[in-house]
């Protein structure tokens, strides 16, 4: 028995009835993608196990399944129960925004220009930061360490007034029995209720007019959990199993992780070819002359400040603890005294030491083992004054190269204007031209290895050399991209502190144009009749033609200048994620193209994805829109369980829910898969006249 549900491809009648059954009834299933199955005549794995639960359980389960058979056909299942437990004591102190008084703060801070030009520019940041934190302690009120024992975030002063006075009746009537305080329990007991469900419903609807369509379902879920009271962060690392141990210590854990990161961005990871080039070109001192000409290296403006500041999300402090929110409310005084010290910094060509120092987030890869140290993703939460000038160059740096056109045209990551609907554009159009005039068309797509960790810093700066530019801009960025420092948190607990010798720091601003740059080269000297598209690190190539071995020629040729691109600038391909496909309409039996990578071949595979959406050989997205059916129903789960309740079940919630979690699903594509035969389409239109109302009516 299969289920579409589940993403599997075929579907048994049983599997429909089923499908039914879960619609009709609004229930919810709690399976994921993990297959639960394994057939072992035809060596296949397949989701025929089942976890079918009301909407009102959704938020304190989790699905999962063993890896290990265990001598059966069958993978165990395990549903863990979603307790409100914290596996430390303490819990980062945070500052509570929403009780801020900025009058206040704004009144406290007075930053002076005699903070910023008194004495070293490392002593002029520490200054300020102490102004600000200063200010900040004694206007914004904090969370303490201590975890509370109602972790709810609608839970209120007048919450715990009304739970007091119940309990209080509670304990009058059980001790004097009488009809008086039975009458002052039950209305105690009806006011608490109606306080409770109305702080529920404000918390709710105050989060509801936040959401915007980026934000993805687990944000969502994360929040829902949170108001029925469960734990919600599942980022804590509960135990590693590294070198055949079970490391279970919070400081031991932030340790492996950090001498694993260490060891990745290290110079010992890259190969020894690149090793030895790596020290030949190094040797070679690239010098940025002063200049004072070009209008990149002016001294900033209050305009670019306010700017800057005004594209700035609220995001995490770095160690000094000044958040973005802080510097938003600044008079103007102490904002121009920011600026003066941003253009001291900027004319010094001197970069804070404080600012090279960055708490570390481990992200665990979706899909990827958890005990593994190697499966996480390192996200640097580093200075918001920091990543406030960062802005501000990148913004400089990125109009420089706009300009001068410095990019490859297939280019399109995070340049203005462009998205990765041009790429999929671009691609999906090569195609269809190819199936018009029945040739053949030969794609294969590859990924980097540890792209961000493993960027070769003097390169990024040879590369800035090569572009011509002089002065305080690259000098910036010169001292940017010095040795930095890092601790590892899990939970509230810092691990030691380790380097990060080379790549760029994965959550800082200027991070991601600085690998934009360094990438740029890749598809620059590819073969006439190749061509390309590049999405920061998603790099696909293409080739069409009548004649097969035409392709072949061509496109392994491309494959060899890449290699040896990457060779010389210390990338490395995954060989896990290069893959070929073969686009083709003809009639007759057509033999695989064979290409090699590094001495390996490159699978053929009959469909892939590529910048979230399935492409497969015939160009019929059938597997997308049944990919893309699995997920909006999943998501549809959060308003099912909305649905259940007394304060997520107004319809303006559910509609800008189905809005950012489903439509976005629906719209994001549309050009491309949008091109499908009607037949297919209609697999997005449910067969339940409730789930379809959920779909389109909304």
């Known amino acids: 028995m299969a289920i579409t549900l589940f993403g599997v491809v075929p579907t048994h009648p049983r599997g429909c009835q089923i499908e039914t059954l879960v619609e009709d009834h609004g229930l919810c299933l709690l399976n994921d993608n993990s297959y639960t199955h394994f057939h072992q005549a035809s060596q296949t794995f397949h989701t025929i196990d089942l976890a079918i639960c009301s909407p009102s359980l959704v938020p304190y389960w989790k699905f999962s399944t063993c890896t290990n058979l265990f001598n059966s056909d069958h993978f165990p299942i395990v549903l863990t129960y979603v307790k409100n437990d914290f596996p430390f004591p303490k819990r980062t102190v945070k500052y509570i925004f929403g009780k801020a008084d900025w009058p206040l703060f704004e009144s406290l801070c007075q930053l002076t220009p005699n903070m910023v030009y008194k004495d070293s520019i490392d002593v002029a940041v520490n200054t300020i930061t102490d102004c600000i934190i200063s200010s900040a302690d004694n206007s914004i009120p904090k969370i ?67 959401i915007t369509r980026q934000v993805s379902s687990k944000v969502v879920w994360d929040k829902v959990r949170k108001i029925f009271g469960c734990s919600s962060d599942t980022q804590n690392i509960s135990f590693l199993n590294y070198n055949g141990q079970v490391i279970s210590d919070a400081k031991e854990i932030g340790n492996v992780i950090g001498q694993t990161l260490s060891e990745i961005s290290s ?71 920011i600026l003066l010290l941003f253009n001291r910094i900027w004319q010094e060509r001197v970069f804070p030491l404080s600012w090279l120092k960055a708490i570390v987030v481990p992200i665990p890869k979706p899909g990827k083992d958890k005990q593994d140290p190697n499966n996480y993703r390192p996200i640097a939460v580093t200075s918001c004054l920091s990543k406030l000038l960062e802005r501000m160059v990148s913004a400089r740096l990125m109009h420089v190269l706009e300009r001068s056109k410095w990019f490859v045209p297939s280019q399109s990551g995070f340049r203005r204007r462009r998205n990765t609907i041009d790429n999929l ?155 070929c496909m073969h686009f083709c309409r003809r009639r007759g039996l057509h033999p695989d193209p064979d290409f090699q990578l590094n001495g390996s071949p490159i699978p053929i595979v009959q469909e892939t994805k590529f910048l979230g959406i399935i492409f497969d050989t015939k160009l019929t997205f059938r597997s997308h829109i049944k990919h893309l059916k699995t997920k909006c129903i999943r998501t549809l789960n959060i308003m099912k369980v909305l649905s259940s309740t007394s304060w997520g079940a107004d319809k303006v919630s559910l509609m800008r829910i189905y809005r950012s979690l489903v439509r976005s699903k629906l719209d994001y594509g549309v050009p491309v898969y949008g091109s499908a035969a009607k037949s297919t389409l209609k697999m997005l239109l449910c067969p339940s006249p409730r789930t379809s109302y959920s779909y389109w009516s909304i």
């Open 425 to 579: 554009l671009k691609m999906e159009t090569a195609i269809r031209e190819a199936f018009v005039r029945k040739k053949h068309l030969v794609s294969i797509f590859f990924d980097i290895e540890k792209a961000y960790d493993r960027t070769w810093r003097y390169g990024i700066i040879k590369d800035l050399s090569d572009i011509g530019l002089k002065g305080n801009l690259p000098l910036f960025i010169k001292n940017f991209l010095q040795t930095r420092i890092f601790q590892i948190r899990i939970g509230n607990i810092l691990s030691d502190n380790f380097n990060q010798q080379e790549g760029v720091p994965q959550g800082s601003v200027l991070s991601v144009l600085l690998f934009i740059i360094k990438i740029n080269g890749i598809v620059s000297k590819l073969p006439a009749y190749v061509n390309s598209t590049l999405f920061v690190d998603d790099i696909q190539i293409h080739c069409a033609g009548d004649d097969r071995g035409f392709i072949q020629r061509q496109l392994q040729t491309a494959i060899n200048n890449m290699t040896d691109w990457a060779t010389k600038n210390g990338f490395i391909f995954s060989p896990q994620k290069k893959v």
């Open 144 to 210: 303490s360490g201590n975890i509370p024992k109602v972790c709810k975030p609608w839970w209120n002063t007048e919450c715990d007034t009304c739970q007091k006075t119940l309990e209080k009746a509670w304990y009058n009537f059980r001790r004097y029995p009488i009809t008086r305080n039975l009458i002052q329990f039950k209305k105690a007991r009806a006011k608490f209720r109606q306080i409770r469900r109305r702080s529920m419903n404000t918390t709710w609807c105050s989060y509801v007019n936040s």
């Open 267 to 337: 110079e010992s990871s890259y190969p020894n070819d690149f090793i030895a080039f790596k020290k030949r070109e190094e040797q070679k001192s690239v010098d940025f002359l002063p200049s004072y000409a070009e209008d990149y290296n002016s001294t900033f403006s209050y305009h670019e400040l306010k700017d800057a500041l005004r594209k700035s999300n609220p995001t995490s402090p770095g160690l000094d603890q000044i958040h973005n929110n802080m510097l938003k409310h600044l008079g103007e005084s102490s904002l121009l005294t």
